[in-house]
Structure formats: C-alpha cells, structure tokens
C-alpha cells in the first residue's frame, strides 16, 4: 500500500472515531436530561443516525434508514439505481435498518428505475420521506412519459391522414394556444382536447371563421338559378356555386351553407367539410335542391306570317266548295 493510501485510510478511521465519540456523548447527555419517559420522548436524539461511505463522508439518515434511504441521500439517480449493499464489508438485504458508525456501500445498476414494493410500509425498504418523494416523483414523470407518447402518437397520425406531416408541431400548438408541442400531446394523450379541434384547424372551411355579424349574400342576376340548377328553398334569385371540395351533380343529395359574400355553396350532404360546418356554424346552412331547366318557349311567330296562313286556308277552302 502507498504511503497516500495509508494516511487516507487512518484520516478514515480518525473521522469514525470521532463520530463514534460524538455519538456516545450524545446518548449520554439524552439519559442524563430524559430523567422520565416524558422528558426523553422530548429530546429528540433517537429520530437520527450518522452512517460512514467508503471514503469515510458522514451521512445523516432517519433512525432505522436503509441503504435504499443511504443511496437517495447521496443521489437521486444513485438511488433509483440502487440494486444491492453491503454493511461493514458484509451484503444485506436492502430493507436492513442502519445503525450509527456502520459503512455502507451500494450496489447500482447502469440504467433502470426504482420498484413500486418500495413505496410498499409494510416491506419497510423506505424510511425517509423525502426518498420516498422522490420515488413518487420517478413513477409520475413515467406516467406522464407515457401520456406525452399517446398523445403525440395520435396528433401525428392525423396529420398523416391531412397530409400535413410537413407542418410544425410547435406551430400547431401554438394556433391552439398551447405553450409547446408537449403540453397539446398531454391533454390528448389523457383525452382531454379533440381531435376533431385539430380537423377543424387543418380543413380550411368554405367560410372564413365565424363572426357573430349577419352573413353579407349577394343576389344573383335573373336567371342565375336555372343556369346553376341549383333551387334554393324559400329564397329566390340567391347567387350559388358547387363546392370544390366534394363536386356535387345530380342526383347527389346537397345541402346549402350561406358563406360571407360569395352566396350559397352546395356541398354533397355527406361531404366531410359540410358535416363539420353544420356542427360548428348550424345557423348558415340552409336547403337547397336540384332544379329543373325549363322547357324552352316556341319561337313566336310575327303577325304579318300569321295573317297571311289564315288567309291562304280561307281561300283554298272557299276554292274547295267551288
């Protein structure tokens, strides 16, 4: 051994020493003060112990702590990765309480997490409540893994299905009035926001979005409606055009949806964008149906024609009875 490893290995002995000294003066200023067992529930020396790592550093720990509770105190990480420990040289099971003086070391895996029986009492692996925090801690931050996973899953399948795949995550959520990408997977992945929202943010619809003034509708000239076969019911003379969106033609069922300065749009009654509409603005869609093209008028023929016919057949009548 070099003569550096030798004067660590006596400053280690000398701390534990100290502290063992420590310890026995403390419990014996305990028995002095407690002189009835009311007095002695008062101090408050036996809630505490002190335990050595291998480099000899002092760790306060709650009385009866274990090395679960020892590897928390020194790490977070170190104690969700806590597998096994040894006392004084020797392995123990991880729920052993600790003792004052004793040297434990533990045992941790590379990656992993901590096991739902340590949040268990009755197991005893946890005597410190802010270990015991901070496994909670550990098991919430996956459950909320999980949900941001379900979450994103579905918003990036519907985006599949929009074919908007090439659209920002962070945009989107933001349009939504959410802070990031994260926080909109949350509430979709604990169904809390629609999917349907995002559709209606995706489709543009026929209209611009609602306002809660009165629908501007331009008259057509004479004549508009039969050209477009297009009847609206109960209004005449309304201008309409075919939505792009489904290209509705007879017989298809329609229905009509008032937008703001360009008429009535005739969509098929089970396009996509109509339903949405209809749920969202009720109050705009309005019947229409298919119309029939009259049946053109026989040319009128100029008096002076008629004059001359009737009389050619009044003279090749009267040449008849002649």
């Given amino acids: ?23 026995a003066w403390e419990r014996d200023f305990a028995g002095q003060a407690a002189e009835t067992p009311a007095q002695a529930e008062g101090t408050g020396f036996d809630d505490r112990i002190y335990v050595f790592t291998p480099q000899a550093t002092v760790i306060e720990l709650t009385a009866r702590g274990t090395p679960i509770d020892f590897a928390y105190a020194l ?6 990765r806590c597998r096994g420990a040894k006392v004084d040289g020797l392995m123990v099971p991880l729920s052993t309480p600790l003792a004052n003086g004793q040297t434990v070391e533990v045992t941790a895996a590379k ?55 090439a659209l920002k995550l962070d945009d989107l959520a933001g349009r939504l009035g959410f802070k990031d990408a994260e926080a909109l997977f949350e509430v979709v992945g604990k169904d809390e926001f629609s999917l349907r929202t995002i559709e209606q943010l995706l489709r543009p619809a026929e209209a611009p979005e609602a306002e809660h003034d009165a629908p501007l509708i331009k008259r057509s000239r004479a004549g508009d409606s039969s050209k477009g076969g297009v009847l609206v019911v109960g209004v005449d003379s309304l201008l309409t055009n075919l939505a792009k969106c489904c290209r509705p033609a007879p017989p298809d069922r329609i229905g009509g949806f008032v937008t703001r300065g360009r008429g009535v749009a005739v969509h098929r009654s089970d396009c996509s964008n109509f339903r949405h509409m209809v749920q969202a603005m009720p109050e705009r869609v309005i019947p229409v149906t298919w119309g029939c093209h009259p ?16 009389t050619a057949r009044a003279c090749c009548a009267t040449f008849r009875k002649c």
Avoid: C, Y
């Avoid at 003569?3 to 000294?21: H, N």
């Avoid at 692996?125 to 941001?148: C, D, E, H, M, Y």
């Avoid at 049946?295 to 009737?310: G, K, L, S």
């Fill in 295 to 310: 049946r053109p008028a026989r040319p009128r023929i100029p008096w002076t024609w008629r004059w001359r016919r009737q």
């Fill in 1 to 23: 051994m070099s003569a550096s490893g030798d004067f660590e290995e006596r400053v280690a002995e000398a701390r534990k020493a100290v502290l063992r000294q420590l310890l």
């Fill in 111 to 165: 990656e992993g997490g901590p096991s739902l029986d340590w949040l268990n009492p009755e197991l005893g692996f946890l005597r410190s409540p802010r270990a015991r925090a901070k496994v909670r801690a550990w098991f919430n931050s996956q459950a909320q893994a999980g949900t941001i996973a379900r979450g994103r899953e579905a918003v990036e399948k519907l985006l599949q299905r929009e074919g908007k795949t």
């Fill in 75 to 80: 790490h977070t990480d170190l104690g969700h």
